[in-house]
C-alpha cells in the first residue's frame, strides 16, 4: 500500500512530467495531438482547469459547490504561467497536512484525497505522453512513477472504462515495458 509521502512525490513528479512538457511547448499550442479535436492548448488547459478544481475539491467542496468557476479561458495569454501557477497551488493542497486523508466528493462519489491525487497524478502523466507526443518530444517519462501509476490503475482500469475515462485498451506485446503497458491500459498506443 502506498504512504502519503508515496502518494505526494508520484503526484508530485507526475505534475513535473507535464510541466516539462509545458514549458516545451514553444509556441506551438494549436498543434493537434493524439487526442481527436483536441489542440496542445487544449489538453494543457485540461490539466489547468484539473488543477484547479483540487483546492476546493481537498476542501470539502462538491461539483455543484464548484460550479463553473473554472469555466472559460483559463490559460490567457500566457498559457505556461498559467500552469505553473496552478501546478503550484494544486502540489500545496496534495501536500498540505491531512489533506490525503479528506473525503473528496468527486462526479462518481466519494474518494479519500489520497484515490483523487493518485487519478490527477496519472491524468498529469498520460497527458504528458499524449503532450509529447504532440511536441514531437520524448515521452519516455520517470520509470519509477510510471511503474507506481501502472500498479495503482490496474485495478481501476475497468471502472475507467466504464465511466467512459478512457479507451478500449490496446495489447502490448509481452515485456513491453510498464510505460508502453500503462499507455495500452489507457487506451493509447504505446
Known sequence: MLTAVDVRQIYARCSAEFGAQVHAVDG????PTPLPGWTVRDLVRHIVEEERW??????????DDVGDRF????LGDDPVSAFDDAAARAL??????GALDRVVHLSFGDHPGSEYALQLAADHL??????????????????EVVVAVREWFGPMEAVYREIG??????EVPAGAGAQA????MMGRTP
Do not use: C, K, N, Q
Open 28 to 31: 506551438r499550442w494549436d498543434a
Open 54 to 63: 483540487a483546492p476546493p475539491l481537498f476542501a470539502g467542496e462538491t461539483i
Open 71 to 74: 469555466a472559460g479561458d483559463l
Open 92 to 97: 500545496s493542497v496534495v501536500f498540505a497536512d
Open 126 to 143: 498520460v497527458h504528458a505522453v499524449d503532450l509529447a507526443r504532440a511536441l514531437s518530444a520524448d515521452e519516455a517519462m520517470d520509470a
Open 165 to 170: 475515462a478512457i479507451g478500449p485498451r490496446v
Open 181 to 184: 503497458e500503462l499507455l495500452g
